[in-house]
């Protein structure tokens, strides 16, 4: 197996939420020359999924280009992973609830058997830390002996008790988590708000705290306002009146862009079977929409949103009432077929 030096660690700071594609495309290209086994530190890592379906999706595309899926194949459509035959999850094998040695005997016998295979093929570990020592020297014997269409994918909730040996062999992505001090200062300054919408704000702005504090005082009620109708749209499949309510309402696009993007990242999160999502209130029209839309569709959508935030960033005198419109229309079009 062919080691390309580059880098060995990957820091991946989750406070830039915006940039969070920009990151995972970072990881994929690093990956991509590497090809060694991937060891992700999944501690209090809220988007793991989005990451790891990316690159799974990434891996099995058979028309991939650069860091892009082709999106067309039946392995970008196919939205369960767990069904594509070149994706084995060591969990599968388990018979008595626990990873013991025989699972992970069989796991590695598979990893053999693949190794001649023209497709590539996932082998995934959700959890190392739930293998017990004997396990764990197991899979490093096999951590540098298969071929290069084979992809060793392990996650980890505690890295601190993962061997040196197992991490040296890895490419190892580093997650940052979240500042636990901020969200107890925020709840002793904010004492009469329900603790729900101070953990919303924390949950969307993370470490920007001039901005968690402008949602608690003045945006909360104008995003319920504005998912409210932005559901009732949806239902009444009309969204012409969504736009006059904005204005009316005096909501500035910069935060409707904000607020969506987590709003479809959140939908991600659920096609995706994750267990936590940001927008913890709006529950009801994440559901409403995850019936509507696909994978493709929700990417297309965060794609869009962001290109316009970063239009925005990046001029200030940019004609705002413009965006509004074409945000609107945009997810008029793809909501609702128009
Ligand atoms: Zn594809």
């Not at 030096?5 to 495309?25: A, E, G, P, S, W």
């Not at 290069?148 to 061997?163: A, G, L």
Request: charged content about 20%; aromatic content about 14%.
């Amino acid at each position: 197996m062919d080691f390309i030096k580059v880098k060995k660690y990957f820091n991946l700071n989750m406070n830039d939420f915006l940039y969070i594609d920009k990151k995972f495309n970072e990881i994929i290209s690093i990956y991509k020359k590497k090809r060694i086994p991937l060891l992700i530190d999944l501690n209090n890592f809220i988007y793991k999924n989005i990451l790891l379906n990316k690159i799974f999706k990434w891996i099995l595309c058979i028309n991939k280009i650069n860091y892009n899926t082709c999106g067309k194949c039946n392995e970008c459509i196919q939205s369960n992973i767990n069904l594509n035959i070149n994706f084995i999850n060591i969990n599968n094998f388990i018979i008595d609830k626990t990873i013991n040695i025989e699972v992970v005997k069989i796991f590695i016998k598979k990893i053999y058997r693949y190794n001649n295979s023209k497709n590539n093929t996932i082998f995934y570990i959700p959890n190392l830390n739930l293998l017990n020592d004997i396990s764990i020297n197991l899979i490093l014997n096999i951590l540098e002996n298969y071929n290069n269409n084979i992809f060793i994918i392990i996650c980890c909730k505690n890295i601190n008790n993962i061997p040196n040996t197992i991490i040296s062999r890895c490419f190892y992505i580093k997650t940052y988590i979240k500042n636990k001090l901020l969200i107890r200062f925020i709840k002793n300054e904010f004492k009469n708000i329900d603790i729900k919408i101070i953990n919303i704000a924390i949950n969307i702005y993370e470490k920007s705290y001039i901005n968690i504090i402008n949602f608690l005082i003045n945006n909360y009620n104008k995003r319920t306002f504005f998912f409210n109708f932005f559901y009732v749209s949806l239902i009444n499949n009309n969204f012409s009146n969504l736009l006059i309510n904005i204005n009316k309402n005096n909501i500035k696009i910069y935060d409707i862009l904000y607020w969506l993007i987590y709003l479809f990242k959140d939908l991600l999160i659920i096609k995706t079977k994750i267990e936590y999502i940001k927008n913890i209130d709006q529950i009801i029209l994440i559901n409403k929409l995850e019936k509507i839309l696909s994978v493709d569709n929700i990417f297309k959508i965060i794609d869009n949103i962001t290109y316009h935030i970063n239009n925005i960033k990046k001029n200030k005198y940019i004609n705002k009432s413009i965006i509004k419109y074409n945000i609107i229309i945009f997810l008029e079009k793809i909501l609702l077929n128009k």
